[in-house]
């Protein structure tokens, strides 16, 4: 009896669009409501070209006129600016002598499905974290840092609560946006500052209607933890760790068309057996503008999504829904 292949149970046009609606399933930054897919992402991402261009009308602005009889109003403008992502193009392959019979249980499309759906959510998740590395980088270096608020110290060992996560730090990273700090609605951070909040008893649990989990809260932002988000070793000693609290939207995701997303192929004399994915696909942080700075190949690499000479802002401040705050824990 012949085994079973892996070509044998990947049928493409069911296990591509499986794959992509299970990744957004696992991310928990989509769950959150922090990456938005519409049509008109997806649309960009499959326009032709690496910039994907994102045009936007700016606030009207200028002071009202007192109505007369004698003088008319003055016309203002409306005017716009250009946002701009950036396409993403990645692929993975795997190779296994009998990965086949390993996944070939009850329902070995879901399986592998399953497994591929997992690992591309969390490099979904580590292009958005290299970018917004750039994004503030850029910030810090543009714009005097107004998206950030830093409480840690150098000397992290020697941190009090003053340097660690609380309600103080919280407010015055949502305070970077001013008056518009009720856009945000969710805070990512690193398993070690989720500890120091549950050490503080402070969490509370929700479990929304036909959920099966608990999902974890703070100051009415829902938490999410990640421990790909940055941590960097303190000037002296310790670490400081950067959360970013999040408003729903702030980052726009398009579904890109990859000439050939999946596809296996078998090396009979090795007795190996491959399954080749792609993806093209933008993850954009909206209202910061991709600028091509430095990128060696054919799209960038998460190293380089991470620098700041590929960011500018464009958005006024109140309009970028994210901010991020430095703490010790």
Known sequence: MAATKIADIIVPEVFDPYVTERTAELTELYLGGIITRDEQFDELANSGGKILRMPFFKDLTGADEVLSDATPLTAGAITTGQDNARLHMRGRAWGVNDLAK??????????????????????????????????????????????????????????????????????????????????????????????????????????????????????????????????VAGGTNGFKYTSYLFGEGAVAYGQGGAPVPSETDRDSLAGEDYLITRTHFLMHPRGVEWLEGSVAGEAPTNAEAALAANWNRVYERKNVRVAALITNG
Do not use: C
């Open 102 to 231: 390993a996944l070939s249980g009850a329902d070995p499309m879901r399986a592998i499905a399953d497994l591929v759906a997992g690992y591309w959510a969390r490099r979904y998740q580590a292009v958005l974290v290299n970018s917004l590395t750039g994004v503030f980088a850029d910030n810090i270096a543009a714009d005097a840092g107004d998206m950030v608020h830093d409480i840690a110290l150098e000397a992290g060992d020697s941190a009090t609560a003053a340097n660690k996560v609380g309600p103080a730090a919280i407010i015055s990273a949502a305070g970077t946006l001013g008056d518009a700090f009720g856009k945000l609605t969710a805070i990512a951070m690193h398993s070690t500052v989720f500890q120091e909040l549950q050490n503080q008893n402070v969490i509370v649990y929700e479990r929304p209607a036909n959920a099966d989990i608990k999902i974890p809260f703070y100051l009415g932002y829902r938490v999410i933890v990640d421990d790909g988000l940055p941590v």
